[in-house]
């Protein structure tokens, strides 16, 4: 398995402003997602976290309003640009290790995020 | 575009007796297949997982599920259930893609336990 923490693990923030939050992984990892979970809702892939290139983004999610980083291989960041009270979700990383073979994907604890 | 369905929003069992959760699918190809438990406040925790081969696969916490291609099922099921089991549950398919594979979710199930 995987040893996964997000910061922070949750937020209020007021809307029109930005939020990082950051994903640590004990381990290296070949795959890194960002998945949205809206009020009472599914978790919804935004992007899969590249290393060294650009983040694929899902259709619906652009890079404007959720840049991603992912500077190496056991961490990465998604930022909530310009935020609205639509936003206001849990965002969660999820990784897995190895590339191309049949893997589990795990899931970090989340953060939850209010906007006012 | 594969999607998930678990018709059930919301089940209520009493503690002790039988659970079956239901999942349905659609994928063209064969699929991976998950079922993720997510108890309040918390992230996701993997309960069992259905790559290839044997169709019925056992899980962690008791948990069993049976993968069935002619009914593009694959519920969850669990003989006696305990009050800590009260939580959300989340099917989910795994597309092939480019090396990897990547989750689409069902709803959720939120299981409630009676005493």
């Known amino acids: 398995s995987a040893v996964i923490s997000q910061k922070p693990s949750r937020d209020i923030c007021q809307r029109g402003t930005s939020l990082t939050i950051q994903c640590q992984v004990d381990?290296?990892?070949?795959?890194m997602f960002w998945y949205r979970q809206q009020p009472g809702q599914s978790l919804t892939l935004i992007a899969t976290?590249?290393?060294?290139?650009?983040?694929?983004?899902e259709s619906g999610f652009v890079i404007d309003k959720f840049p991603i980083s992912r500077p190496n291989l056991t961490f990465s960041t998604l930022t909530v640009s310009n935020m609205s009270p639509e936003d206001s979700s849990i965002y969660l990383c999820s990784v897995q290790r190895d590339r191309g073979r049949e893997d589990t994907q795990y899931f970090g604890p989340g953060t939850r995020l209010t906007v006012l | 575009a594969q999607s998930v369905t678990q018709p059930d929003i919301h089940i209520t069992v009493s503690e002790g007796a039988s659970l079956e959760l239901r999942c349905n699918y659609s994928?063209?190809?064969?699929?991976?297949l998950f079922w993720y438990v997510q108890s309040p406040g918390q992230g996701l925790q993997l309960l069992l997982k259905y790559f290839s081969g044997d169709t019925l696969v056992q899980g962690i916490k008791g948990f069993e599920a049976e993968f069935k291609r002619s009914q593009s099922s694959f519920n969850l099921r669990k003989p006696s259930v305990h009050w800590s089991d009260a939580a959300e549950y989340f099917c989910?398919?795994?597309?092939?893609?480019?090396?990897?594979?990547?989750?689409?979710f069902g709803k959720g199930t939120k299981l409630s336990v009676i005493p």
């Open positions: 381990s290296q990892v070949t795959m």
């Open positions: 976290a590249n290393q060294g290139s650009e983040a694929t983004y």
């Open positions: 989910a398919v795994g597309a092939t893609g480019a090396g990897s594979y990547q989750l689409t």
């Open positions: 994928y063209g190809a064969t699929p991976y």
